[in-house]
């Protein structure tokens, strides 16, 4: 049930939008000035504020104000006499949902607060959203090259330096990356993801650079590609060993230039982009047998972060696990399971050839053959 404060110094006003909102079965609470109303904010959680302008103490331009300073994500309804609409009207260009006028019109009232409370609501969700994204891509381990990575994604972050990332697949590079932009002052902007592996060379550049309609057989309308999408934010081009010649010769000129041309078009087009980059492979071997641009690996590898193999870092297997038997319960919406620490040993015995992705699958396929609780019997009996 939605919760609202009511903060007015006129006691009629705050007896007369109590009974209307109570009637529609709202939670109702009140506060007879802008310093009590600030105390009950903080104190508690509101849906929404309906705030007079003028009040002692402080009033509601004040009190909005000290509420965001404050992160608090109650929307404010401003409430205002007929001399202070012009200020209610600024209060909404400074943050708040709307305002009503004095005496209030019921409908106006009721509509407003409805149209408050479903941003109230996305606000949330949109909230709850990012936790559950921001876990996802949490690095989990105590182990001292995950505290060597950590402590490169702290340092390297708050730049725009460019970061190649290498390792064996299933490692978690898309982990690093997205630690990196989350570090950033780009943080707020797109995070966008190119995995060069999976799309074929004769369309990576339009994924890419995004093509004009007409441009070839299947263009039936303009593209905008990756580069575009993630301006102002963070591209990630993920095994990017695997990209063709005249591919990565685009994205150098990209590099360099700060610009790219769609295909089939001739309008250059300037980008403000960080790019990442990911691989499996060898890129020296790779540039040696000429597969690689050497001047590409050198404008990407500003930064180079290594992401070793599981077998490599046995000692955060524990961890790992306990963060999969989590995530998987919720996942299915069930009790969480317990494995012992025999179990735990016998995961540890193995060397894991994928790597983090492996051990996932793994933890997934014990959850759902074991019983309540997971053994080294089981360990044994379902690894392989």
């Not at 490169?152 to 898309?174: F, H, Q, S």
């Not at 014990?366 to 379902?382: R, S, T, W």
């Amino acid at each position: 049930m939605a919760k609202i404060l009511i903060i007015d110094d006129e006691q009629s006003i705050r007896s007369t939008l109590r009974e209307i909102l109570e009637y529609e079965n709202y939670t109702i609470d009140e506060a007879k000035d802008g310093q009590e109303g600030l105390e009950k904010l903080i104190a508690d959680k509101y849906d929404i504020a309906l705030c007079d302008v003028k009040m002692p103490k402080m009033d509601g331009i004040e009190l909005l104000e000290r509420v965001q300073m404050a992160g608090i994500d109650t929307q404010f309804i401003m409430i205002s006499a007929h001399g202070t609409i012009e200020t209610a009207v600024d209060a909404t260009k400074m943050g708040a949902f709307d305002f009503v006028p004095k005496p209030p019109d019921l409908n106006r009232l009721l509509l407003t607060v409805k149209n408050a409370l479903e941003k109230s609501s996305l606000v949330t969700e949109t909230k709850t959203l990012k936790k559950r994204l921001s876990k996802k891509y949490e690095m989990v381990g105590e182990s001292a090259a995950l505290k060597d990575i950590i402590e490169m994604m702290d340092k390297v972050g708050p730049t725009d330096a460019r970061v190649l990332i290498t390792g064996p697949n299933g490692t978690g590079k898309e982990l690093v990356a997205h630690g990196v932009h989350e570090r950033s002052n780009r943080a707020k902007a797109p995070f966008v993801e190119v995995n060069c592996a999976a799309i074929p060379s004769e369309l990576i550049e339009s994924e890419l650079f995004g093509h004009e309609k007409g441009s070839f057989t299947s263009a039936i309308k303009q593209r905008i590609g990756k580069f575009e999408q993630a301006n102002d934010g963070t591209l990630f081009l993920d095994e990017i060993g695997d990209m063709s010649l005249s591919a990565q010769a685009k994205v150098l000129r990209a590099l360099q230039e700060h610009r790219i041309t769609r295909v089939g078009g001739d309008k250059d087009i300037n980008v403000n982009v960080r790019v990442l980059a990911a691989t499996n492979k060898d890129l020296k071997k790779e540039i040696a047998e000429g597969r690689f641009r050497e001047d590409l690996y050198h404008r990407l590898g500003v930064i180079l972060i290594a992401v070793p193999a599981l077998k490599d870092r046995k000692e955060d297997i524990p961890l790992l696990v306990d963060k999969f038997l989590q995530d998987i319960a919720n996942e299915y919406g069930n009790k969480k399971k317990a494995i012992e620490d025999k179990a735990i040993e016998e995961l540890q015995k193995y060397d894991w050839s994928g790597n983090i992705r492996e051990l996932r699958n793994v933890t997934e396929r014990l959850i759902i053959m074991a019983g309540d609780v997971i053994g080294a019997e089981d360990v044994k009996k379902y690894l392989i």
